[in-house]
């Protein structure tokens, strides 16, 4: 229900547009990797899915009751930030265990410029002990529409775009610093696509 409610808010006020649906398997464990723009990217992710999306949520926002009551129904789970929180990972692999689809932001927190920061390591683990398709997720224009310093968000266009996947197969064949310097590669990579894409200036990075 949540979900058919958000696609149709979405669409009208934010013109989003989703592409690379196929990327994303329909079934089995699934690891989505995605950059973070704004409070809006965890419902963004699963809105051109067919599947329903987990993630991850800092345990302060499940303070509020009605906040909190909000993001469990859309399956979000709390986890300590910037602590090494070994019952999340838990959670997160025995949801993937159990074949579902989970949202991970590496970044770490939302983005001041619109760029994306380099990525944390932590999700090529659970990718690899969970046996799951890992898919670099973009979300391009959320930035825009809700910074960080604004209170609200404003009308604009949203673009969400799934990356090629990278098979747990795939995954055990490279080390880890290869895996999350291939993910963080790929996600500037769709970045500067659909920017250009849509007319929009591509950001700039230095590697």
Not at 10 to 15: E, K, Q, R
Not at 43 to 52: D, H, P, V, Y
Not at 53 to 68: C, T
Not at 94 to 114: H, I, M, N, S, W
């Amino acid at each position: 229900m949540w979900q058919r409610a958000a696609q149709v808010v979405f669409c009208a006020f934010f013109s989003l547009r989703v592409w690379g649906r196929e990327n994303v398997p329909n079934a089995g464990p699934v690891v989505l990797v995605s950059n973070h723009q704004s409070y809006l990217d965890p419902i963004l992710c699963g809105l051109g899915l067919t599947r329903e999306l987990d993630y991850i949520a800092r345990d302060s926002l499940f303070r509020n009751f009605a906040f909190g009551w909000f993001i469990r129904s859309l399956n979000a789970f709390p986890i300590q930030r910037g602590q090494a929180d070994l019952t999340a990972l838990r959670a997160v692999i025995q949801r993937l265990q159990k074949g579902r689809a989970v949202t991970l932001f590496p970044e770490a927190t939302r983005t001041a410029d619109g760029r994306i920061r380099p990525i944390k390591g932590g999700f090529e683990l659970i990718a690899r002990k969970s046996g799951a398709t890992t898919v670099p997720v973009v979300i391009d224009g959320a930035f825009e529409a809700w910074p960080r310093q604004q209170m609200l968000p404003t009308p604009g266009r949203i673009v969400v775009i799934y990356g090629p996947p990278i098979s747990s197969e795939q995954a055990g064949k490279m080390s880890r610093e290869e895996f999350v310097a291939q993910i963080n590669h790929q996600l500037r990579k769709l970045q500067i696509k659909v920017r250009r894409l849509y007319g929009r200036k591509p950001c700039r990075y230095n590697d």
